[in-house]
């Protein structure tokens, strides 16, 4: 867009009218980023129903594909062109949280119904601290719903551990985790709590301190991982999954339940 106008000039030799042409350059619109996989449950024998996390334009969307809808060869390429195999979604309107394909036993085409219903959500909120899920960056995968990571708006080295349910059937483990660090918190026996994880307000699990100079526990710990045990027993709960791994063992001390 061109704009004319005139002005007034002060010069050595008076005022003197003067054309200004402006050009204005309308801004574009943000390019969208392109929707992805984030974390998938697949079962490929085609027999029950496999489960997607697709994120779009900084929003999460889950998606299931019923038994049926998909052959084996297609679920198989779900993690590669997911877009291309499912039924065109609107992946950039706020209309729908959910998605469930089928394939319609009349026409043979897949169909896709969209839903907006309230995904289950951690309930123990304790702390005051609240980190956006797309904040933290992955540094090292650790197991299925643990990872080593970076706080983005940390702006220290420092690295830590974030625990957190993909899909709606593991948020009952993030909740009774999140409770459990709620009764240690200041007791010396489990690693800091540094807040709760949120995907769009709603809480799916919570980030803790990673332990310096940490390790798992061996046979020569015996003693002082015994001894957290008892510490931890003393509160009037059971572990129920004493292995090496659930231990974190420091130069200072044991560190238990992980």
């Avoid at 169909?111 to 090292?140: G, N």
């Avoid at 292995?243 to 420091?250: L, Q």
Wanted: hydrophobic share 40%; proline share 7%.
């Amino acid at each position: 867009m061109w704009i004319i106008s005139n002005l007034q000039v002060q010069t050595g030799k008076g005022l003197r009218r003067q054309r200004l042409l402006l050009i204005l350059i309308p801004k574009m619109p943000s390019a969208l980023e392109p929707p992805r996989l984030i974390s998938m449950e697949v079962t490929r024998n085609g027999i029950a129903d496999s489960h997607y996390r697709i994120l779009a334009n900084r929003k999460v969307k889950y998606i299931t594909v019923k038994p049926g809808a998909l052959d084996a060869a297609s679920l198989d390429d779900m993690d590669l062109d997911f877009q291309n195999v499912l039924p065109p979604l609107p992946y950039q309107e706020d209309t729908w949280t959910l998605a469930y394909i089928t394939r319609n036993p009349l026409s043979g085409r897949l169909e896709a119904t969209l839903s907006s219903a309230a995904l289950p959500s951690v309930k123990t909120i304790w702390h005051p601290q609240m980190i956006d899920h797309l904040d933290i960056e992955r540094t090292e995968y650790l197991a299925l719903l643990t990872q080593e990571c970076k706080w983005k708006a940390d702006s220290g080295p420092e690295r830590m551990i974030a625990k957190m349910a993909r899909f709606y059937w593991e948020v009952h483990y993030m909740e009774a985790e999140t409770r459990m660090y709620q009764v240690l918190e200041g007791r010396g026996i489990a690693p800091k709590f540094l807040g709760h994880v949120h995907e769009a307000g709603r809480v799916i699990g919570f980030l803790l301190e990673k332990i310096p100079d940490g390790r798992h526990a061996e046979p020569a710990d015996m003693e002082i991982c015994k001894e957290a045990l008892r510490r931890f027993h003393g509160l009037g709960f059971v572990h129920g999954d004493c292995n090496k791994y659930n231990f974190n063992h420091t130069p200072e001390w044991a560190s238990c339940p992980h």
